[in-house]
Nanobody, 114 residues
Framework: QVQLVESGGGLVQPGGSLRLSCAASGIMFSLATMAWYRQAPGKQRELAAIITSSGVTDYLVSVKGRFTISRDNAKNTVYLQMNSLKPEDTAVYYC????????WGQGTQVTVSS
């Protein structure tokens, strides 16, 4: 019954920007820690950005200063603004909601290539 639906992925050139969205339903969104993970081909899934229920954020060192995570509790939506994209940012990006369980979206593909 819990659903996390990502959108906003696509193909972008190096240096470009994308904004990912994750719409949540079936959870107490305002109480959840929300995060974006990513997984590149042949690589482990890694935490890219996280935001707590109180708005505290943290980032993977390699994306810090380029990515911004935010949330809109009125819309039950978390966002990931990605600027100055690099080819190494290419991955499937997954939305995660953490309460007493971890819930996952289906993922959205981000490809950074010229």
């Amino acid at each position: 019954q819990v659903q996390l639906v990502e959108s906003g992925g696509g193909l972008v050139q190096p240096g470009g920007s994308l904004r990912l969205s994750c719409a949540a339903s079936g959870i107490m969104f305002s109480l959840a820690t929300m995060a974006w993970y990513r997984q590149a081909p042949g690589k482990q899934r890694e935490l890219a950005a996280i935001i707590t229920s109180s708005g505290v954020t943290d980032y993977l060192v390699s994306v810090k200063g380029r990515f911004t995570i935010s949330r809109d509790n009125a819309k039950n939506t978390v966002y990931l603004q990605m600027n100055s994209l690099k080819p190494e940012d290419t991955a499937v990006y997954y939305c995660n909601a953490a309460t007493d369980y971890n819930y996952w979206g289906q993922g959205t593909q981000v490809t950074v290539s010229s």
